[in-house]
């Protein structure tokens, strides 16, 4: 049980550039989130699903995009790479046993640079 | 939606002493309440969780503890040690399936 994976680890983006962060689970988790880990601002949504085919926006959607075609993977897209966007993201996901939140699994996190 | 605060943002204290950190939410319906901790380079992983229906649960040397009718809920870690060290964070969700997290609280216990 790999629990929740990301890839790349690290990456280095030039400004224009698009790219794909990558996030899978594998314990048949509903609902799967994307943050971003900044110094002093704590964890911040970015975009979340409830379920395949379902997604919504965070607190700070601008500049990125989600599907989920599946309930394993919960792919993020950086449109066109900005400086504002290098920040450490990490995906989570949780399983609901009713209404309400519940405990959030991590991936290990990206960090990711934009010049 | 759900707001949660964090205080403080940094908690600097020996060895065997306590550390305490306090969170305050805003949303009556959240029902939810985790701690996570967070190592340097690490992901966030889950220490201890209350449900609304309990007023205080502990495990070992950290201990949460809830007041409804306030809305705060706070961490107490007893006889720190230097591996205690870490980025805290609360995190506070109603009617939302994805939780609001506090900005996190730096401990640095020193030996």
């Known amino acids: 049980n790999a629990g929740v994976t990301q890839t790349p680890k690290f990456q280095v983006l030039k400004t224009g550039q698009s790219m794909t962060l990558q996030c899978a689970q594998d314990m048949n988790h509903e609902y799967m989130s994307w943050y971003r880990q900044d110094p002093g601002m704590g964890l911040r949504l970015i975009h979340y699903?409830?379920?395949?085919?379902?997604?919504d926006q965070g607190e700070v959607p601008n500049g990125y995009n989600v599907s989920r075609s599946t309930t394993e993977d919960f792919p993020l897209r950086l449109l066109s790479a900005a400086p504002s966007q290098t920040s450490v993201y990490f995906c989570?996901?949780?399983?609901?046993?009713?209404?309400?939140?519940?405990?959030?699994?991590f991936g290990p996190g990206t960090r990711l640079t934009v010049l | 939606g759900e707001n949660v605060e964090q205080h403080p943002s940094t908690l600097s204290v020996q060895e065997g002493d306590s550390a305490v950190i306090k969170c305050t939410y805003s949303?009556?319906?959240?029902?939810?309440f985790p701690w996570y901790k967070q190592e340097l380079g690490k992901r966030p992983q889950l220490i201890i969780d209350?449900?609304?229906?309990?007023g205080e649960k502990k495990d070992q040397r950290i201990a949460v503890t809830l007041n409804k009718t306030a809305k705060h809920f706070s961490l107490h870690i007893t006889e720190t040690q230097p591996e205690d060290s870490a980025v805290y964070f609360c995190a506070g969700g109603g009617g939302s399936y994805i939780p609001t997290f506090g900005r996190g609280t730096s401990l640095i216990v020193h030996p």
């Open positions: 209350i449900r609304s229906n309990v």
């Open positions: 699903s409830v379920g395949a085919g379902i997604t």
């Open positions: 989570a996901s949780s399983y609901s046993q009713g209404a309400g939140t519940d405990t959030q699994y």
């Open positions: 949303d009556s319906a959240s029902n939810y």
